[in-house]
């Protein structure tokens, strides 16, 4: 008889094979700093690793990663793009090309740098995540910053990253007060628990870099005991004051500014809704290639993620309705809606948000939005369109 010996990982790696992959957990430390608010940041570690992406191949080559139209951007090139070939931007490139920009490698390592802070130029644990032991094994690309902490460290030493967080730091915070006075986040934090009032959310944390283009996501974590739940929305900076932005009123950039966010914080809302329809979602829409093209990214290939991002962007164009004077509303949907169909690929996006909005204004007594979702699905099933492009 032959005996097949297999190490420790690979035997645990077939044991999780079957099972759900475990994800990370808000420490018990943190669990007891965590709060019913919402919190801004510009963290020194997380900028710092969106410099190194940024001087990746992958980011210079893809305009939606990287906003490059800023003065801190030239200057971060200025001082950075001499080191485009240090072993930590190399590898990042390498984890990049094989897993891609818009999954979910790059979402954990953007995470797991929350979890760190600079002393004396190195990285110090600031123990606010549990990350699971199966991750040091995964057969996936992933890239830990624990096992990566000396290519970090030398990075940061090397391009003299200490100095130009600090020189930049009234810049960061301005960014924050910026971003506190266009965006009225307790109100929207408010509006979406009335709209939605079976979820409970405790805390908001939004996290961006100044170099951060259109790529946004959010991802939600809960402790060990499931007691505290915290939604993390990575987002682009609000930095409005330059190029056609100069020609818009404050009420505008004041629209954009919550659009960018407001996406993000209730998908937290919308998702757990869309599941409780999901079996109805999937029987109205049918064909995915009747609400989207094939040039979508961001990995929207089923019904769910499909649907949640319709709604989520109409949803938005609810509290818009209810927040801003008429005309700034109608400039910046009109706006919102070419953006979706011609440059995001949502094909069906204008017809879907004029129902959405319609089924809104007519809505009777203390009907919210979770309990528009069986006539908005009525609307889908009826406007679907086949691959053949013949109306239902």
């Not at 309705?321 to 169909?341: G, K, L």
Request: with cysteine.
């Amino acid at each position: 008889m032959k005996i097949l010996l297999f190490s420790p990982p690979f035997i645990l790696l077939i044991f999780l094979a079957g099972c759900k992959t475990p994800v990370p957990t808000i420490s018990k430390s943190y669990e007891e700093a965590i709060g019913h608010n919402i919190q801004v940041e510009v963290p020194e570690v997380y900028e710092a690793v969106q410099i190194a992406l940024s001087l990746t191949d992958t980011y210079q080559s893809d305009l939606n990663l990287i906003n490059s139209s800023t003065p801190y951007y030239h200057e971060m090139i200025s001082q950075f793009s001499k080191h485009k070939s240090h072993p930590l931007v190399l590898k990042l490139e390498k984890k990049l090309k094989k897993a891609g920009a818009y999954g979910e490698v790059n979402t954990l390592i953007r995470f797991q740098a929350l979890n760190y802070r600079l002393k004396d130029e190195k990285l110090e644990k600031k123990n606010r995540y549990n990350i699971p032991f199966i991750y040091n094994v995964a057969p996936y690309p992933l890239f830990l910053l624990h096992k990566n902490k000396r290519l970090i460290n030398s990075f940061v030493q090397e391009t003299a990253f200490d100095m130009f967080y600090k020189q930049h730091k009234g810049y960061y915070d301005s960014l924050i007060l910026r971003s506190r006075e266009l965006s009225d986040y307790e109100g929207m934090q408010q509006w979406l628990e009335r709209e939605f009032p079976q979820v409970q959310n405790e805390s908001f944390l939004i996290v961006f870099s100044p170099l951060t283009a259109g790529l946004h996501n959010m991802r939600e974590y809960k402790s060990k005991s499931g007691n505290k739940k915290q939604t993390i929305m990575f987002v682009s900076a609000p930095d409005y004051e330059t190029g056609v932005w100069e020609e818009r009123s404050e009420l505008e950039k004041s629209a954009y500014a919550s659009r960018v966010v407001f996406t993000e914080i209730n998908h937290s809302y919308v998702n757990p809704t869309t599941t409780q329809h999901i079996d109805q979602i999937e029987s109205a829409m049918q064909d995915l290639k009747g609400w989207k093209t094939e040039n979508v990214t961001g990995g929207y290939n089923s019904f769910s993620l499909t649907f949640n991002e319709y709604m989520t962007w109409a949803v938005f164009t609810l509290y818009a309705y209810d927040t801003y004077p008429a005309d700034v509303f109608e400039r910046v949907i009109e706006r919102q809606v070419e953006f979706m169909m011609s440059r995001r690929g949502f094909t069906r996006f204008r017809e879907f948000n004029d129902k959405l909005l319609s089924l809104y204004k007519q809505r009777k007594g203390e009907k919210r939005v979770a309990e528009l979702y069986p006539e908005i699905i009525g609307w889908v099933k009826l406007n679907r369109i086949s691959t053949q492009n013949t109306v239902q």
